[in-house]
Each structure stands twice: as structure tokens, then as C-alpha cells.
């Protein structure tokens, strides 16, 4: 396989400072889909090299040759050629029929169909975070996408406000998500793992920390994460401080907003049924620690511009609990 | 001063665009300054989500319509009357109208960075923060409530304005206006490109104003044309937008291509490679504009058939642009090139379109464009075509032009400097992005973390960033340095080949002493059938009867932004007061004694 | 106004550019028919087009205004000929059929309006509105345009060497004209 690989020699040399590792990147497919973007790009990029090369050669050449020297005859006041008018018409033509074959056969090979017994995931786009229905599994998700591995994905897009674009490279390319139209893409993922995305249309003030992550899983694994979602969280027990933390989120503003099971039904905000399972908070950009999530309960627009959730006036006590509360729900 | 805001002559209206377009294309960088500034670190620097969502909407938007398409009009003010032998424009009234519309639309656009309070924001600048492109729904009342996008929409309705009277004009003055025996074949190539930018410019702009005008009717009436709840489809937006969007590309492209074949053969002493071949795919480039609008809208699924039409018109585009690489390589080839400043940058122009170019090929692929759209990849796109492309050509158009508008030689010297450091700057900048995007940098975010893996290549593109702004600072100091003690010009300092050569640098005000008669494509320069036209007389052998000024053009475009404030501040009455200035304007214009 | 200059295309400047403004029109006016087009049928709420329309009625004002481009031709020939009398008479007729085909938009705004079809209402009021007003301000103008040349005829500032005006006059009645057939059958006969 001609990947690009010295491509990568460069960018990790050039990142070594960075420890090298990058979660975002277009360079390593891990599905179908990916892989076959990745082979037409390959392709592409090849030819455009040897393109430019004969091309910036032949520039480099004429400019060097014929600099202008003293004592060289005036030049010959040339119109043009026919004959090198035509091949240079039907030479790129040419190259871009090499190039238009194999990008028609993949626009079709990645139009967005999964194969029967997909699994069907709804995408949601928020200004600013994703909401994933799985309507076979009965379960939400937010932000943070789990996925089987090597099993057909098919997602079906749309979006509750202005328009997103779901993107995460190492799983295939972006899709629009549209208020009013549902767009889709389809992809199976061929090596577990975690890999990170974000949206990719200018969605608003909060564009940039739009982010998403995408844990593909063994299958066992992935089922296991299904069944904790789809069970209620246990009650946190009596006279804990998460229990006095829940006693704080259902008379507070809180459940305006948010869904927990059992206990509130507001649907602007994401659902926080099992937000103590998650990785990352505010729409994948902080860890879910209890200092990350103290500080955006205390004030959510200071750290994601725009953010819907007002600054919440809470005691110091409260919010303790209210923390203790939100990282229980497992 | 008065000779100033009535003037009618060209000359004088294409030092004013020039200028101006100057003085809006330093303000860009400087908003590019910004964006560079933060995006350098990892969370950045302290830029907030707001106002880098300005800087980069005015960024864009100033680039496209406040700096490179009128610093093309200042090169198409200036020199198309003197190429093509004529006095002046076909309506030199219209022309004074189209510059003041356009300084008065700028104006009114960047006073967002300044209305603020008087809209009762918390902060002092309202400016646009929707993208140069303003999507809808985002647009809409609802997710952009404050007067931002209301500044941009009205501005570009005013600006629209000012390039389509300037488009008619032009046309007229291109097709009508030749000297005797400039057949349409002997036209030079600049004036060629410019007439196919200005059909594109009267063909695209009336649907940009269509769709401005129903997203107005949405903020301002509560239609609903892009909002899916009341039955519209923000998708229309997009459609409309790139079937304008797209022709515009070519708008800001095919004027420097113009100005590359006029520089090429002069510094090459040859004239232009297969000039008919060159001409006519201009024209073709023109006509298939209008056919590839959908590839900036690969993302949006428009299903795999769409997708697949829309990828081969682009891939076809690339034809006729390859021909003309060749033909300005061949040009070259066989030549006896002098290496003025004017030829490093039409030559870095060819050198740098071509990384354009073929980066643009893959996006032309619909799966790859899924992975490189909207990132940092395709900034580096536009940037290698606009910036390496347009700005390069246009700056070969100011040393090759400057000693005939100014009558002094900018200094060569200093010309190198501005040129290397630019070519330098421009590549540390722009290609590092291609690698940022590729790794997954999503383009117009404010922050990005450390783990992306990108900061290195974001900190050597800031770098470049602000050596382009080095480079200006040198081409600035060489202006300033050119006015004390730049070399008289001459004639025809460069060995011209076209007739603007012939008369003395500046202009007199009519232009011509005679109308030469042309019997080549090279005028200046002898042939195998003809020598070189005979000099003309230095004076003007029956008075040549020019022009006075009029206010009136001036006055019209007042009337223009006075509507618009209106409507910003919902003041009906001010809206009509607008009205009124313009039509008092267009009764006095149209009955004022003005002979051509 | 100004005599004429040697042109390279043998058409007079003036001409030209109001073809190239004409071509540009075109653009403006298909953009807007397009938009009808497209949302034709995306209405939520009613009243829909077939509940509210009135061809007969419709048709009256399309027949005025082809009448209003035949009395244009007629004036156009008659000041061409140097005949002014006729010039002016045929001059006030073309810009009264634009004012009764003004009058029936009106007419017919109100109406719709008194039946529930608003700007905002729905889809269908929406593109209606716009596409039919933007024709009706170019009607407008066109109509002022005839008005001020009627005057100056009056006032003995017309004549036949002014006839180029008259026929660019004449050129932008035809074209509102033109696109008001378009409109008429898009909107109101493809229902």
C-alpha cells in the first residue's frame, strides 16, 4: 500500500514536541470508509506530484535557460504552435480521466447506504453538541459516540438549530446535518479505539469547541456499555452527599433542561442519565473531573462561549453535592 | 479637493480604487495579523470566540470585495482606456458613481467595528460574524440577533451596486472604445480578461443580490426563505450563494492571469504564447464558472449523482487552466528574460497557482474534499489561489504599471525584497496549512487543543503570516521612498509592447494626442509585416475637448448608504430620504450638460 | 444629449450597456423565478395559489400590458419619424397602461391580503410577494422613465434627435414586459 508514508515521517518529526499523536488525523484510516478516501487520495496526491514536478521543472528550466545575457541574439517573436496546443490541451485531459475514474467509483462506494443489519444510529446536532439516539438499542448518547467494531454503522443526520457537520477523519469524511433534511453516512469501523472528531461547518459562537469522541469497542465490550446505558442509575444512598446533591439538582433550574432518568424530563440540554459514565463534559472539551464539571456548572459561558446554561448562583455546598450527584450516575 | 470628488477622468479614478483598495487590503492583514496571533498557541492567545469570528468574516469578506476586486478595478480604471487607445471610459460619470458606492459601502461596513453602543451592545464592535459565505440558518434573526449580519448584507448590496455599474461600464468601454483596427483578436490580453470578469461580474452579482435580498426579507419582514420551520430550506442559500460564489473565484482570478500575459512577454521580449489559445480559455474558464457551483457544497449530501456531475465540470475547469500554464511557460521558453521585480512575481504568480491548482484537483475528488473541507487543507487552497495567485499578479501590476500612473520607478531593490520576502512568507504560511488540515484542523475555530498535534505547524504558519506583513511594510516604505526620489519614468521604461507605452507616464489628461492606429497585437513593437507604430505627437494638434467634473455621481452614491442605515436603525423616513437623494441624483445626472 | 462617437461595434455606448443591464436582469429575474419554483408546494399553511389566484382577472392586466408595449412601438415610430404629436400621445398612453397595470397589483396585493395571504404567511405569500413586487418596482420605474420623457416631449425637449432615448425607454418596457409573461405563466397558468 502506498500510503504516504513519508508524509508521516515528516509530521511526526515535526511533532515530536507534541508527543506525536494525532487523534484527528486523515492520514490513518480505521474504517472502510476512511480507507477508501485515503486510496483515492493517495492516487491523487501522486498524480498531482508528478504534475508538478514536470510542470514547476519545465517553469524552472525556461527561466534559468533562457535568462536574458548580453550578446544573445534578440528572440524569435514565436505565436504560438498548434501542434503543442493540442497536447497540452489532451494531457491534462487525460491525466484527469485517470483521476475522474476511481473518484466516480468511490462517490458511489461511500454514498452513505450501510448493508441490512446496520446499526442505526440518529445524529443530532446542537449548537453546541451531538445527541445519538440508538432507536434499536432504545438508548441516547451524548457527545461521546460508542460504536461495535467491524459492524456496518449507518448514521442518519439532522440538526435542532443551525447547520453542523459531523466529522471524525479516522472514521470516514464529513456530513452536513441540516434543520429540515436528514443526510447520512455509513462506515465500519475496523479497529477499536478512540478517536476524536469535531464539527466541521461554522456553527456560531462556540464553533471551535464543538468536539466529539468516538469509542469503537469489541463487540462484548460495546454490549456491556449498552446494558449500563440502558439501566437506570442506582439511587445514590441515603444521607450521602450525592444524595443531597440530587435533593439540590430537583429544585434548582437544572431539571428544566435536563433529562434524568426518573427524576427530571427537560429536553434542551443534553441528557444526563449517565453522565458519570463519560470521559469528557461541555460537548467533549474538558475531562469529566469534579473540579471540570464544578467549574461549568458554576459558569458554563466563561469556558464555551455562547453556552446556553446560564452562570448557576449556587452555594459552595450545593455545588459539592450537586458534583457528587452528576459523577454517581454511572 | 473638488477636482477630486467630481472628477470623471479615469486616470484619477484609478488612483482613488487603487488606494483605497489599498488602504482596505492592509486593513485585512492586519485582521489576518489577529487570527495568526491566536491561532499560534494551543487555547490561543486571549482573541475571544466573538471577535475571532469577526476578524475572520471580515477578513474574508474585506479580502474579496474591499481589496482584491478593487485593486483589479483600479487596473482596469487605469490602464484599459490607455491599452485599448481611448480617452476615457464609456460613461465617466457612471465610473466616478461605481468608486464612490464602493468607498462609501466599504466605509459602511467596516463602521460595524465602531456601532456597538449605538445599538445598545456590550461591546464597541458589532462587525459581521457570520463568514464571508453567511450561511443560513445561522444568518437568520434567530441565531444572529444583534446588527452584525444586518452591516454585512447591506454593505454588500452597496458594493454589488458600485461592481455592476462598474461591469456595464467596462463592457461598453472594452467592446466600444477601441482605437481604429484594434480588432476584438488584437485587444491585449489584460483588457481580454477584464471583459470576461466584468460578464461574469453583471451575470453572478444579480444572484448574490437575490439571495441577500431574501435573507434581508427574513431578518427584517419575518419571511421565511432558509428557516425549515416556516417551509424554507437553508440549503437555497447555499446554492445561490456558490452559483455567485463561484464565478467570483474567477472574478478575482482572471484579471491577474490578465496581467501575467501583459508582463511574460514584455520581460520575455516575445510576445504572448499562443495568444488566441490564451484568450479563448479565459473566455471558456468564464463559461464553465457557471457549472461547478455545487463542489463547495460536497458535504451537504446532495447524493452521489449531483456529486459526481458537479466533480467532473470541476476537473474539466483545470483544462483550460493547464493551457494557460503552458502557453506562459512557452512564452517564457526561447526568451530573453529581465528579471524586474514585475516578472519574480508574474513568474512566483505561475509558480504558486500551479501548487493552487493541483491542491484544488483534490478536492475536485467529492470522497477526498469530504475529508479536506473546511479545514485548514482548503485554507490553504484559496490562499495559495488568491494570495499566491491574485495578490501575486496584482503586485506584478503595480511595478509594471506604477511608473505609468505615477510617472516614477519603484525601486528595484526594495521591489526584491518586497518580492522574496512575500514569496517566503506566503509559503511558510500557506503550506504548512495543507499539513494542519490533513491532521484534522477544521477551519474558523478560535481554539484548538495541544492534543491535535498541529501547534508546531500553527506557530511556522503564524511566522509566515507576519513576514507577509514585513513584506508590505518594505512595499509601503518603497512607495514613500518612490514619490521623493524614485526614477523618472519616461514613456515606456519597460520596452512595452502595448499602446499605454506610448504616451508619457503620467498621462495627460486626454490620453492621446492622436488616436494611434493599431495594426497588431504588439503595437509598440515591429513584426513581420509591420514596424512598430510611428510615435505620436507630443502635443495635440486640434484642442482635445475633456470633460468637466460633476457632483452628481458623488451625491447619487450617498443616497445609497443613507437607506441603509435607515434600514439598520429601522427608520423608515431616513430609508426614503435615501431614495430621494438617489433619485435627485439620477434627474440632476441624466440633465446635467456633460459632453464626452 | 451627447452626439454621437464612432463605435467600434457600430452601436451606440449607450444601447449597449442597457443590453448588458438587460442580460444581468435576466439573472436577477431568474433567480427569483427559481426561488418561486422551488418552493412551489412548500407552503404549511394556506391559502395556497389555486384557492386564491384570479386568471380572468390576471389576464386583463397582462393584456394591458402587452397593450402598453404595442402603444411603445407606436411612439417609438412616431418620434423616429418626427411625428412629436403622435410621439407624446402614445408616449402618455404606454406610461397609463403601466399605471393600470400598477393599479390592478394593487388591487390584487389588497385582495390578497383580505383573504390571509400576507408577506409572511407561508411560503407561496413569501416567493409571490417578492417575485411580483420586484416586477412591479421595475414597472415603476418604468413608468416614471415614460412620464419624464412625456414631459420633456411637453416642454419641446424631445424630439427626434433624442429618438436613442426614447428606443432604451422603449428596450427596458419591453424587457418588464417580456418578464411579466414569464412571471404570468409560471405563477398563474402552470398552477
Not at chain 2, 526620489?485 to 515606456?492: C, E, H, K, L, R
Given at each position: 500500500m502506498p500510503r504516504l508514508k513519508w508524509l508521516w515521517l515528516l509530521l511526526t518529526a515535526l511533532s515530536l514536541g507534541c508527543g506525536g499523536f494525532f487523534p484527528q488525523s486523515t492520514l490513518a484510516p480505521k474504517s472502510d470508509f476512511s480507507a477508501a478516501i485515503d486510496a483515492l487520495f493517495t492516487d491523487i496526491f501522486w498524480w498531482a506530484v508528478v504534475v508538478f514536478v514536470i510542470v514547476e521543472g519545465l517553469l524552472l528550466f525556461a527561466i534559468v535557460r533562457y535568462r536574458a545575457r548580453p550578446g544573445r541574439p534578440a528572440p524569435k517573436p514565436v505565436h504560438g504552435h498548434t501542434a503543442l496546443e493540442i497536447g497540452w490541451t489532451l494531457a491534462p485531459a487525460l491525466i484527469l480521466v485517470f483521476i475522474a475514474v476511481p473518484t466516480m467509483r468511490t462517490i458511489f462506494a461511500t454514498a452513505g447506504h450501510a448493508p441490512e443489519g446496520a446499526l442505526r444510529v440518529e445524529v443530532i446536532g446542537h449548537q453546541w453538541w451531538w445527541e445519538y439516539r440508538y432507536p434499536a438499542l432504545g438508548i441516547t448518547a451524548v457527545n461521546e459516540l460508542h460504536l461495535p467494531v467491524g459492524i456496518p454503522v449507518q448514521l442518519v443526520m439532522t440538526s435542532a438549530d443551525v447547520i453542523h457537520s459531523f466529522w471524525v477523519p479516522a472514521l470516514g469524511g464529513k456530513r452536513d446535518l441540516t434543520q429540515g433534511r436528514t443526510t447520512r453516512i455509513a462506515f465500519r469501523a475496523d479497529s477499536a479505539g478512540e478517536y476524536w472528531g469535531q464539527c466541521a461547518e461554522f456553527c456560531g459562537a462556540s464553533h471551535a469547541n464543538m468536539r466529539l469522541r468516538v469509542f469503537v469497542e469489541p463487540v462484548t465490550a460495546f454490549d456491556a456499555w449498552v446494558a449500563r446505558q440502558r439501566a437506570v442509575p442506582a439511587a445514590p444512598a441515603r444521607g450521602s452527599l450525592a444524595e443531597r446533591g440530587r435533593q439540590v439538582y430537583a429544585r434548582s433550574a437544572c431539571i428544566g433542561c435536563h433529562t434524568i432518568a426518573g427524576v427530571s424530563r427537560g429536553t434542551i440540554g443534553p441528557d444526563l442519565t449517565h453522565l458519570g459514565s463519560r470521559a469528557t463534559i461541555a460537548g467533549a472539551l474538558f475531562p469529566n473531573t469534579a473540579e471540570y464539571l464544578r467549574r461549568w456548572i458554576a459558569d458554563a459561558p466563561s469556558l464555551k462561549?455562547?453556552?446556553?446554561m446560564p452562570p448557576q448562583g449556587m452555594s459552595d455546598d450545593d455545588l459539592t453535592a450537586l458534583v457528587a450527584y452528576l459523577q454517581s450516575l454511572r | 479637493m473638488k477636482s477630486w470628488l467630481t472628477t470623471t477622468d479615469h486616470k484619477r479614478i484609478g488612483l482613488l480604487y487603487f488606494w483605497t483598495a489599498f488602504g482596505f487590503f492592509l486593513v485585512g492583514g492586519l485582521e489576518a495579523l489577529v487570527i495568526r496571533a491566536q491561532l499560534a498557541k494551543p487555547d490561543g492567545i486571549g482573541v475571544s470566540a466573538e471577535l475571532y469570528n469577526q476578524m475572520f468574516t471580515m477578513h474574508g469578506t474585506t479580502m474579496v470585495f474591499l481589496a482584491l476586486m478593487p485593486l483589479s478595478a483600479a487596473f482596469f480604471n487605469y490602464i484599459i482606456p490607455l491599452q485599448i487607445g481611448a480617452r476615457d471610459v464609456a460613461f465617466p460619470r457612471l465610473n466616478a458613481f461605481s468608486y464612490w458606492v464602493f468607498l462609501l459601502g466599504g466605509l459602511f461596513m467596516n463602521a460595524s467595528f465602531l456601532a456597538g453602543p449605538l445599538f445598545g451592545a456590550d461591546r464597541l464592535s458589532v462587525a459581521p460574524d457570520g463568514g464571508w459565505f453567511g450561511y443560513a440558518n445561522l444568518t437568520e434573526r434567530q441565531f444572529s440577533p444583534g446588527p452584525n449580519i444586518d452591516f454585512w448584507l447591506l454593505s454588500l448590496q452597496i458594493l454589488g451596486i458600485a461592481s455592476l455599474a462598474a461591469g456595464f461600464n467596462f463592457i461598453v468601454t472594452i467592446l466600444n472604445m477601441r482605437a481604429p483596427g484594434m480588432k476584438m483578436l488584437r485587444l491585449p490580453p489584460f483588457s481580454w480578461m477584464t471583459l470576461v470578469t466584468q460578464f461574469l461580474v453583471i451575470t453572478a452579482f444579480p444572484v448574490i443580490t437575490v439571495a441577500l435580498v431574501l435573507l434581508m426579507f427574513d431578518r427584517f419582514?419575518?419571511?421565511?426563505?432558509?428557516i425549515p420551520a416556516g417551509g424554507g430550506d437553508p440549503i437555497l442559500w447555499q446554492h445561490l450563494f456558490w452559483l455567485f460564489g463561484h464565478p467570483e473565484v474567477y472574478i478575482l482570478i482572471l484579471p491577474a492571469m490578465g496581467i501575467v500575459s501583459e508582463v511574460l512577454p514584455t520581460f520575455s521580449r516575445k510576445?504572448?504564447?499562443?495568444y488566441t489559445v490564451v484568450v479563448y480559455s479565459g473566455v471558456l474558464i468564464g463559461f464553465m464558472g457557471w457549472g461547478v457551483w455545487s463542489h463547495h457544497m460536497f458535504s451537504v449530501g446532495l447524493g452521489p449523482i449531483a456529486d459526481s456531475v458537479f466533480s467532473a465540470t470541476t476537473m474539466l475547469i483545470a483544462v483550460p487552466t493547464g493551457v494557460k500554464i503552458f502557453n506562459w511557460i512557452a512564452t517564457l521558453w526561447g526568451g530573453q528574460i529581465r528579471f524586474t521585480t514585475a516578472m519574480l512575481f508574474a513568474v512566483g504568480f505561475i509558480a504558486m497557482f500551479i501548487i493552487g491548482g493541483l491542491s484544488g484537483v483534490s478536492h475536485a475528488a467529492p470522497p477526498a474534499d469530504l475529508q479536506q473541507t473546511d479545514t485548514y487543507y482548503v485554507v490553504a487552497h484559496i490562499h495559495y489561489v488568491l494570495f499566491g495567485g491574485t495578490m501575486l499578479g496584482l503586485f506584478a501590476g503595480m511595478y509594471y504599471w506604477w511608473p505609468k500612473m505615477t510617472g516614477r520607478q519603484l525601486s528595484e531593490t526594495l521591489g526584491k525584497w518586497h518580492f522574496w520576502l512575500t514569496l517566503i512568507g506566503m509559503n511558510l504560511a500557506f503550506f504548512p496549512m495543507h499539513l494542519s488540515g490533513l491532521l484534522g484542523m477544521p477551519r474558523r475555530i478560535y481554539t484548538y487543543g495541544a492534543e491535535l498535534g498541529v501547534t508546531q505547524l500553527n506557530v511556522i504558519s503564524t511566522a509566515g503570516a507576519f513576514l507577509i506583513g514585513l513584506a508590505m511594510l518594505v512595499f509601503l516604505w518603497n512607495i514613500v521612498r518612490t514619490r521623493r526620489?524614485?526614477?523618472?519614468?519616461?514613456?515606456?521604461p519597460w520596452g512595452g509592447a502595448t499602446l499605454e507605452w506610448a504616451i508619457p507616464s503620467p498621462p495627460p489628461v486626454y490620453n492621446f494626442t492622436v488616436i494611434p492606429h493599431v495594426e497588431s497585437r504588439v503595437p509598440l513593437w515591429p513584426t513581420e509585416r509591420h514596424g512598430p507604430t510611428a510615435p505620436l505627437p507630443p502635443t495635440p494638434p486640434a484642442p482635445i475637448h475633456v470633460p468637466g467634473g460633476s457632483w452628481w455621481p458623488l451625491f447619487t452614491a450617498f443616497g445609497l448608504p443613507l437607506m441603509a442605515i435607515g434600514a439598520l436603525s429601522h427608520q423608515v423616513w431616513l430609508v426614503l430620504v435615501g431614495v430621494a437623494v438617489v433619485i435627485v441624483g439620477i434627474y440632476r445626472w441624466a440633465y446635467e450638460p456633460f459632453e464626452v | 444629449m451627447s452626439h454621437a462617437h464612432p463605435t467600434s461595434m457600430g452601436v451606440d455606448s449607450r444601447k449597449m450597456a442597457f443590453w448588458a443591464f438587460i442580460g444581468s436582469e435576466c439573472l436577477l429575474f431568474g433567480s427569483l423565478i427559481s426561488t418561486y419554483l422551488i418552493y412551489k408546494?412548500?407552503?404549511?399553511?394556506?391559502?395556497y395559489p389555486h384557492e386564491i389566484l384570479n386568471i380572468p382577472f390576471t389576464s386583463f392586466s397582462t393584456f394591458d400590458l402587452l397593450m402598453s408595449s404595442l402603444a411603445m412601438v407606436l411612439a417609438l415610430a412616431a418620434i423616429q419619424r418626427g411625428d412629436m404629436k403622435q410621439g407624446k400621445i402614445w408616449l402618455f398612453v404606454t406610461a397609463f397602461l403601466g399605471l393600470v397595470f400598477l393599479g390592478g397589483q394593487v388591487w390584487e396585493f389588497s385582495h390578497f391580503a383580505h383573504q390571509g395571504l400576507g408577506l409572511t404567511t407561508n411560503m407561496f405569500g413569501s416567493t409571490f410577494y417578492v417575485l411580483t413586487g420586484t416586477h412591479g418596482a421595475h414597472v415603476t420605474v418604468g413608468v416614471i422613465w415614460l412620464l419624464t420623457l412625456w414631459v420633456q416631449a411637453l416642454r419641446g425637449k424631445l424630439g427626434p434627435g433624442q429618438a436613442l432615448t426614447v428606443e432604451i425607454a422603449g428596450l427596458y418596457w419591453h424587457f418588464v414586459d417580456v418578464v411579466w409573461i414569464v412571471i404570468f405563466t409560471v405563477v398563474y397558468l402552470i398552477q
Open positions: 462561549p455562547g453556552a446556553l | 419582514f419575518g419571511t421565511h426563505f432558509f510576445p504572448l504564447f499562443g526620489v524614485g526614477t523618472p519614468a519616461g514613456n515606456d | 408546494g412548500k407552503s404549511l399553511v394556506g391559502p
